[in-house]
């Protein structure tokens, strides 16, 4: 909160993860506990509390209401809660929803972050607050940003609101943007990829050169965890993601290796890409460039993926198998 100072007491050594019990939530939650972190949670009011022994806060962030009894003795607090994109929208208004939950329910989160004491902040963000297309370079932190999508505007818009909430409060404030995450819990692009796979489909092929950056959801909750240990005070924000880009043939190729299936490809012409019909606006991205650097968080903080991508299309294959019994 602009302005004023809270000093931290002695008993701000909780980590509060917000959306605890979601994709990214419940991969990082039991990674701090095995780290040895006293660990608390928001969920949804109404929502079940599935985390066994994790002690569960209902707070609605786009309203703050529940927000002061969970922040209590907080010194860290990772903030996962979002409306994420949405294969199928359903508001009449998706930027109004997006900045309702992820503007508005961001400036709550941090303001209680602050007035509790918290040394640390960790906003998850994402790439697409920086854009859609990257051109010939990589895009980096300090890229000029250019959101396309109401979801990219909500999420620039949801750092600036951290970073004025936070501004004189003594917080300090890590951004990390990320790209498409995978891993096993994941609804997205990469268990339609799988099914397909399984499936022995051809995949079809715009851009047979492409490359995009992604991130498995390992090399995440490892990025957060370095957060914790080497933030420094003030404002970071990194862009984080795999060792490597990844071409759509490599993709699913490691994904019908990890199926025993022999990977075909059926190639378009590029244009064919803007004509509907042939796969759903949202698949096509996968098939198309997109790549961002994370040379900044590999030299501040030591980033280094424990993750291949071999690795994390074995962990997430593994998981969809154990889902379609």
Known sequence: MRGTTRSMTANNRRTLVTGATGFLGCHLVPALVK?????????????????????????????????????????????????????????????????????EGTRKVARAAAENGARLFIHIS???????ETGDAPLEEDSPCRPGTPYGISKL??????????????????????????????????????????????FPLFHPDNLRSMVYVGNVVHAVILAIQKATP?????????????????????????????????????????????????FRKV????????????KELGFSPPFTLNQGIAETVRWYRCLVR
């Open 35 to 103: 780290s040895g972190h006293d660990i608390a949670g928001t969920i949804e009011p109404g929502a079940p509390a599935t985390t066994a022994g994790l002690q569960m806060f209902p707070a609605d962030i786009s309203t703050g209401e529940g927000l002061a009894a969970a922040f209590a003795g907080a010194g860290v607090v990772i903030h996962l809660a979002a409306r994420n994109h949405l294969l199928k929208e359903t508001a009449e208004d998706p930027l109004a929803e997006y900045r309702r939950v992820n503007v």
């Open 126 to 132: 994402s790439v697409k607050a920086m854009g859609d």
């Open 157 to 202: 818009e949801s750092e600036e609101a951290a970073g004025s909430e936070l501004s004189g409060s003594g917080t300090a404030l890590v951004i990390l943007r990320i790209p498409m995450v995978y891993g096993p819990g994941n609804k997205g692009n990469l268990p339609r990829m799988i099914r397909w796979a399984n499936r022995g489909l051809p």
């Open 234 to 282: 003030g404002v970071s924000t990194f862009i984080l993601k795999d060792l490597e880009d990844y071409s759509t043939r490599r993709l699913y190729a490691a994904i019908c290796r990890e199926l025993g299936k022999t990977p075909l490809f059926l190639p378009f012409p590029a244009w064919m890409a803007h004509l509907g019909g042939v796969i759903s606006r949202d």
């Open 287 to 298: 098939t198309s460039s997109f790549r961002v650097s994370s040379l900044k968080i590999e």
